[in-house]
């Protein structure tokens, strides 16, 4: 079965969600903290503190986010457990922050929760979407 024209655009576009979030995660890894904390005390306070463990978590997030993007785009099957492991390290990784940072109490709650909610729905877009194709046999 042929992929029809909007399966090869949605692809793409996760594709390019999930290289944008690999570059995110590279500036903010190796950003300068003491430049941050002159115009964002509380953030360069919160990425100082976050321990090597939800980095991994973070950059796993990431990289299988791109991974199960570049894997729909090549049909496989991959796809689904690679955006499925992308959406539970999502999960993780703001769980984390929101329980174990004072995050809300720095930003505030729109500014703390409305970029985390979008990568939440999209990570859960990206897993079903895959699995869907994958039960249309669209990808193998």
Same mark, same amino acid.
Request: charged share 10%; net charge positive.
């Given at each position: 079965?042929?992929?029809? $024209?909007?399966?090869?655009?949605?692809?793409?576009?996760?594709?390019?969600?999930?290289?944008?979030?690999?570059?995110?995660?590279?500036?903010?890894?190796?950003?300068?903290?003491? =430049?941050?904390?002159?115009?964002?005390?509380?953030?360069?306070?919160?990425?100082?503190?976050?321990?090597?463990?939800?980095?991994?978590?973070?950059?796993?997030?990431?990289?299988?986010?791109?991974?199960?993007?570049?894997?729909?785009?090549? $049909?496989?099957?991959?796809?689904?457990?690679?955006?499925?492991?992308?959406?539970? =390290?999502?999960?993780?990784?703001?769980?984390?922050?929101? =329980?174990?940072?004072?995050?809300?109490?720095?930003?505030?709650?729109?500014?703390?929760?409305?970029?985390?909610?979008?990568?939440?729905?999209?990570?859960?877009?990206?897993?079903?979407?895959?699995?869907?194709? $994958?039960?249309?046999?669209?990808? $193998?």
């Amino acid at each position: 079965m042929s992929a029809p $024209r909007s399966f090869i655009l949605i692809a793409i576009a996760f594709l390019l969600w999930n290289l944008m979030g690999i570059a995110s995660f590279v500036m903010q890894y190796l950003m300068d903290l003491n =430049a941050l904390a002159k115009t964002d005390p509380g953030g360069a306070q919160i990425f100082a503190a976050m321990p090597a463990w939800l980095w991994l978590d973070y950059g796993i997030a990431v990289l299988a986010g791109f991974g199960g993007a570049l894997f729909l785009l090549l $049909r496989k099957q991959a796809a689904v457990q690679l955006f499925l492991l992308s959406l539970i =390290a999502v999960v993780v990784q703001f769980g984390y922050v929101f =329980a174990a940072t004072p995050i809300i109490a720095i930003k505030g709650v729109m500014v703390a929760t409305a970029f985390p909610i979008l990568i939440f729905v999209i990570a859960i877009v990206q897993w079903r979407y895959a699995s869907v194709q $994958r039960a249309k046999g669209i990808i $193998r």
